[in-house]
């Protein structure tokens, strides 16, 4: 298959689908459209915005299809009126089989983990909560079980002890940009092969993380507490109480001493805050009351008790 016989059609909303869109672009694969979500107000002003995709799709003069209904009639027939044979997939919402199963050489997803390890849709957030070393990205062919595709390529990320949630995304967003290169490059020259996944127990899963998930328990080891602040940071923020005040932990670390109670609070009022958890303790450094701008712990205590 010629460079030219190649028709794609690229799939993607967020943020981390942007460096693989344009990727593409920039190195001859220039999708035929784009498909993204519909725009949607934000906001105090009700301020209509577009998808980061959508944003990207129009500097690169590629046009945008923004369907609110995958299953229309409408849009199940301007997918076959391009008639792509080629689709990528990237922090997209789920697609009919109507739509994933049209190309001749199928429709391609680029997920951030190591499948089948963290299959879901918050596989970052996850691997940094559950104290993993590394991580990686995959791209895989689409089936009907979400993330369960063949896998095409895979390339490992090694997660540092500081890395957040943030950094960690960034390294994959780039990472996985260039591999989606690669994965398409060899579909072109025919080139690939593709392995079936195989689950079991010991695989670890990445449901999408919500706002109580990211309350912080004290009975719970430093590491782990630790990992969790790391793993919510930015989104969607670790939190807890103390004292009847809520607090969001944006920045923590570990202290190498003894706990003398879970959720103790110790501090000098002025300069340091550390709490207790099972075993050793931990030391808050950037942190938000409700309502409050983020502060170092310091600039903190200076108003503030806990």
Request: glycine letters at 8%; hydrophobic letters at 35%.
């Amino acid at each position: 298959m010629t460079l030219e016989d190649l028709r794609i059609i690229f799939y993607g909303t967020a943020e981390f689908a942007v460096p693989g869109l344009e990727s593409l672009s920039k190195n001859g694969f220039q999708p035929i459209a784009v498909v993204t979500a519909p725009d949607k107000p934000s906001g105090r002003g009700q301020k209509i915005n577009e998808s980061p995709v959508k944003t990207s799709a129009k500097e690169l003069g590629i046009p945008v299809l923004q369907p609110r209904n995958m299953k229309s009639e409408d849009f199940i027939e301007s997918i076959k009126e391009l008639n792509p044979n080629l689709q990528v997939v990237i922090a997209f919402r789920m697609m009919p089989e109507v739509v994933w199963a049209y190309p001749k050489y199928g429709t391609l997803n680029l997920h951030a983990s190591l499948l089948p390890n963290y299959r879901g849709a918050a596989p970052i957030h996850w691997a940094i909560i559950n104290g993993e070393k590394e991580t990686g990205v995959s791209t895989f062919f689409l089936k009907h079980e979400i993330d369960t595709g063949d896998i095409i390529m895979q390339e490992k990320e090694e997660i540092l002890h500081e890395d957040t949630l943030g950094t960690l995304y960034e390294k994959l967003k780039v990472r996985g940009a260039k591999m989606l290169l690669k994965t398409v490059n060899r579909i072109q020259e025919g080139k690939f092969d593709s392995t079936p996944q195989q689950f079991d127990s010991h695989h670890k899963v990445a449901p999408k993380i919500f706002k109580d998930d990211a309350k912080v328990d004290w009975n719970e080891p430093a590491q782990r507490v630790y990992d969790l602040v790391r793993g919510t940071n930015p989104f969607p923020g670790a939190w807890t109480e103390l004292n009847g005040k809520r607090i969001n932990l944006h920045k923590v670390s570990m202290v190498e001493k003894e706990s003398t109670g879970a959720g103790v609070i110790e501090t000098d009022n002025r300069t340091f805050v550390t709490v207790g958890c099972r075993d050793k303790r931990i030391a808050l450094e950037l942190i938000q009351s409700v309502g409050g701008k983020k502060m170092n712990i310091r600039d903190y205590l200076n108003g503030n008790t806990l």
